[in-house]
């Protein structure tokens, strides 16, 4: 047993004689794990993190049932919903990244282990429908290396289901349910990244259940719905998604607030003979501390024209007297990503040129946001084509007036803006074209790699 599975209530420091501070000693017989009781944090193993009423942080269970119930209604008689979670994936052999839960299994749930899939039976009763929750539950050996899982009846009690069943019954339950239902709303889920041809836990037992499967097809558990009875699920969960509520709203303001707070953190924390990798550093380690679990997006720490790389992530290079550094970096916290960019110069004050530039940028940038209100009727488009002429009225005003299609060819190729949320980019359903609704949230960034 290694020292990382002893509970450190159990470990004993003593003080040794002289100058050695602390030192850790061990009783064999104090070698026992700790598990802890849930596979995620909950108001009773992490008070600090989930307050009463939330299943998530910052969101409450209820609103994960809200949730459910939006998407059931708007189905015809007969639905059944079925959403599979993430897969652990894979660098390399058994070498994992940490695991991140499927957006949209996650939006419906708050459940985050791997290897556990959703089924909702659209039904008459009150609720209008029936949940069935299926994931690992206890497993000693296999917690001795992953951590806790949730315990089915745990299931039960914190995430609604009606059922919480082992995943090892998934495939027969949904071969049966999709037999009797008229409409399966499914999705293939995405599995970038995953080893070729060694799918572990849920793929690699779907896997096993369906022989046609290769073993590394992640559509396997698609076999067990008749084709003519598919329905897509991602473009309805994807319009629920869509509209944050309060809840989330507030979860985005909070994950923005910190990635503002470690972006100016960063600025200050810059100057030449640092490499791009120095500022990258500090901006994660002030979002870590702040409570960001992941970044939302690789960062990008672009000096010099190195800036000109939409998507520059090498961050290897020194920060020089006298340049601009781009900083595009923002986490995701609580489950919701934030996205900044800035460009700020390396040591501390730009020159007049530089200054003319950004003030332009600015200028373009808050007035744009002001137009982010329902009642001025914008769509993407509609604000993208906003940022173009906004920017060439900019930059005709400092002297460099861009003619034709100069400006969207070469100094600003990329689209305005995106819808954020739980995914950086959550563009999938949002026609570019349609106007913005009260609690969309969307990213404003004009030209922002000049
Ligand atoms: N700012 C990062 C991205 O939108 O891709
Ligand atoms: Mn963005």
Request: glycine share 8%.
């Amino acid at each position: 047993m290694s020292l990382r599975s002893c509970s450190l209530r159990l470990v004993q420091r003593v003080r040794l004689p002289r100058h050695c501070a602390y030192a850790t000693q061990v009783h064999p017989h104090h070698l026992v794990t700790k598990p802890s009781a849930f596979g995620q944090p909950t108001l009773k193993s992490h008070p600090h993190l989930v307050k009463p009423g939330e299943l998530t942080p910052g969101i409450p269970a209820s609103e994960y049932e809200r949730r459910r119930r939006q998407l059931v209604e708007g189905l015809p008689h007969g639905s059944l919903v079925v959403c599979v979670a993430g897969q652990v994936k894979y660098m390399s052999a058994a070498i994992f990244y940490k695991f991140r839960q499927a957006s949209d299994f996650w939006y419906l749930t708050g459940f985050e282990e791997p290897d556990s899939a959703l089924i909702l039976e659209k039904t008459g009763t009150p609720r209008g429908f029936r949940m069935l929750l299926y994931s690992t539950g206890k497993d000693p050996s296999k917690e001795k290396w992953d951590g806790a899982f949730t315990r089915f009846q745990d299931v039960l009690g914190l995430f609604g289901a009606d059922e919480a069943r082992p995943l090892e019954s998934f495939a027969d339950d949904l071969r049966a349910f999709a037999a009797r239902a008229e409409h399966v709303y499914a999705d293939v889920p995405a599995h970038h990244g995953r080893r070729a041809g060694s799918g572990r836990g849920l793929l690699r037992y779907l896997s096993r259940q369906q022989p046609r499967a290769a073993r590394s097809d992640p559509d396997a558990y698609l076999d067990a719905i008749a084709a003519s009875k598919r329905r897509p699920l991602a473009p309805l969960v994807g319009a629920l998604r869509s509209v944050k509520s309060t809840h989330e709203q507030e979860v985005m303001k909070a994950s923005a607030d910190i990635s503002a707070r470690a972006h100016a953190k960063t600025m200050r924390f810059a100057q030449p003979g640092l490499s791009e990798a120095d500022l990258q550093a500090h901006f994660e380690y002030m979002c870590t501390r702040s409570g960001v679990q992941r970044p939302a997006y690789v960062p990008v720490v672009a000096s010099g024209e190195n800036a000109l790389v939409i998507h520059y992530t090498r961050n290897d290079h020194l920060l020089r007297d006298g340049e601009l550094v781009l900083l595009d970096a923002g986490g995701e916290y609580n489950g919701y990503a934030s996205d900044i960019t800035r460009t700020f110069p390396v040591n501390g004050t730009f020159t007049p040129p530089q200054r003319e530039l950004y003030a332009a940028l600015l200028a373009t940038q808050k007035a744009l946001v002001k137009e982010c209100a329902v009642a001025r009727g914008h769509s993407l488009d509609s604000l993208h084509r906003r940022s173009v002429s906004l920017l060439r009225a900019e930059l005709g005003k400092i002297g460099l007036p861009c003619e034709g299609t100069v400006l969207e060819r070469v100094l600003y190729p990329h689209y305005l803006t995106h819808p954020i949320g739980i995914d950086l980019h959550e563009s999938g359903t949002v026609e570019r074209g349609a106007p913005l609704k009260e609690g969309m949230v969307i990213t404003i960034e004009p030209g922002k790699h000049e």
